[in-house]
């Protein structure tokens, strides 16, 4: 097998991680779904644009995923091969679970709150699997990035609860469901995710992303070079 072969071979395996992980990740976002006491700023946008469109939340999240994605190229980020996977596949998966929908709704604030915790904590270990492809970073993370920056005076921090701040609003204009569950997911998911992160002893900021660049035109060997 030639160095070419297994570097092939091996990115074949990542882009296999990337779309585990992000099928775990999305059953995750299916809980929270399922939650029923609000949903997550960008999910509440997805499904509040299925209202308006003819398509439905699976397809409304790439659509969306997709602009954002041109918008992370315009703004000149770095955009990995598992950026593109994920722009397409993620809202499809959660579609995938929401139509199959395994598990009765739930009708109780506790259940809720207990959902969207479970949820979150799924959505870490596929976040995990997706990031150590090392095949870079969702869309909607490298236009936080992107907008980083754009201000580079203003926390990052601030930029996130402004970006999420106009996601909601636009969510909610477009009849999003939007209540606890949006406030918990904004002020609860990092910390549920981090201890996830802690008991399973990974660091996000570790991962050596590659872009589309490195992935697709591989080095030359010594033999071609010659």
């Known amino acids: 097998m030639t160095s070419r072969d297994r570097g092939s071979r091996g990115l074949l395996l990542d882009c296999l991680r990337v779309v585990a ?26 499904m509040g644009l299925s209202y308006h469109l ?26 990995g091969l598992g950026t593109v996977i994920d722009a397409l596949c993620t809202g499809n998966f959660v579609q995938l679970f929401n139509d199959l929908d395994p598990l009765p709704a739930n009708g109780s604030l506790l259940g809720g709150l207990v959902l969207m915790a479970v949820g979150f904590a799924i959505m870490a270990v596929g976040m995990k ?20 920056r754009r201000l580079p005076n203003v926390p990052i921090g601030v930029v996130e609860i402004g970006l999420w701040s106009f996601v909601t609003l636009a ?54 070079g010659s």
């Not at 003819?54 to 955009?79: F, H, K, Q, W």
């Not at 981090?194 to 035109?217: K, N």
């Open 54 to 79: 003819p398509l439905n939340y699976g397809l409304s999240m790439t659509a969306m995923a997709l602009a954002i994605l041109a918008v992370d190229l315009a703004m000149g980020e770095r955009i």
């Open 129 to 148: 699997l997706y990031m150590e492809a090392g095949l870079g970073c969702g869309p909607r993370d490298a236009l936080l990035v992107g907008l980083g």
């Open 171 to 224: 969510g909610w204009l477009l009849g999003g469901p939007v209540g606890l569950g949006t406030l918990f997911a904004a002020l609860g998911a990092g910390a549920v995710m981090q201890v996830i992160y802690d008991a399973l002893g990974f660091e996000p900021r570790d991962v050596t992303h590659r872009g589309l660049g490195e992935v697709l035109s591989p080095a030359r060997s010594p033999q071609e």
């Open 21 to 46: 992980g992000l099928f775990v990740f999305a059953a995750g976002v299916h809980l929270t779904i399922l939650a029923s006491i609000g949903l997550a700023p960008w999910d509440s946008l997805g």
